[in-house]
Antibody, heavy 124, light 110 residues
């Protein structure tokens, strides 16, 4: 059974940093692209970042590029999100998800499995 | 405001059918596969439909997806109170170089 368990959320002051982790089990972690998706309170889903299965490429939503860094440790089956310069508008539940990516005439991509999320609150 | 446009809410009676639309452009829906996600109250999102019209294992055939041009549609038949949730469409936008979610549609089963 696929399990994704996020941790590391909490209360942080504006301008501060936080590192989220996502522990993966039940599948071959090193074979999957992984993603972070967030959801502000009462709002919709927002894609944050993707990282390739080998960790060599990462992609971010434009508004977060430069502040957030996604990384992974395939030996430990862990996904990370380093968040710097946090702002009130970064307050959200952060989910990690497996990102199926199948290359073909049209790239087939979707989020297959999701963790329960970890809440990040940015406030003074 | 989301690039992918969904109605904020839809409602129908138990046993009835409902459709949820997702409207985009040639740089997103018109150029890529669409997936749909169900988010029950207080829970994480769950994959409902992928590759426009395919259901993952365990998703009942009451749920269906379709795509035509720059729009996609999620259909739910035989509505149950347990289907009350927020539903999101999603796809890649080649112009933005980013994954997009629709704004979400809240389904109420009256």
């Amino acid at each position: 059974e696929v399990q994704l368990v996020e941790s590391g959320g909490g209360l942080v002051q504006p301008g501060g940093s936080l590192r989220l982790s996502c522990a993966a089990s039940g599948f071959t972690f090193s074979s999957y692209w992984m993603s972070w998706v967030r959801q502000a309170p009462g709002k919709g889903l927002e894609w944050v970042a993707n990282i390739k299965h080998d960790g060599r490429e990462a992609y971010y939503v434009g508004s977060l590029r430069g502040r957030f860094i996604v990384s992974r440790d395939n030996d430990k089956n862990l996904l990370y999100l380093q968040m710097n310069g946090l702002r009130a508008e970064d307050t959200a539940v952060y989910y990690c998800a497996t990102r199926v990516t199948i290359f073909g005439p049209v790239i087939n991509r979707y989020f297959q499995d999701w963790g329960r999320g970890t809440l990040v609150t940015v406030s003074s | 405001q989301s690039v992918l446009t969904q109605p904020p809410s839809v409602s129908a009676a138990p046993g009835q059918m409902v459709t949820i639309s997702c409207s985009g452009t040639s740089s997103n829906i018109g150029n890529d596969y669409v997936s749909w996600y169900q988010q029950l109250p207080g829970t994480a999102p769950k994959l409902l439909i992928y590759e426009n019209d395919k259901r993952p294992s365990g998703i009942p055939d009451r749920f269906s997806g379709s795509k035509s041009g720059t729009s996609a549609t999620l259909g739910i038949t035989g509505l149950q109170t347990g289907d009350e949730a927020d539903y999101y469409c999603g796809t890649w936008d080649t112009s933005l170089g980013a994954w997009l979610f629709g704004g979400g549609t809240k389904l109420t089963v009256l």
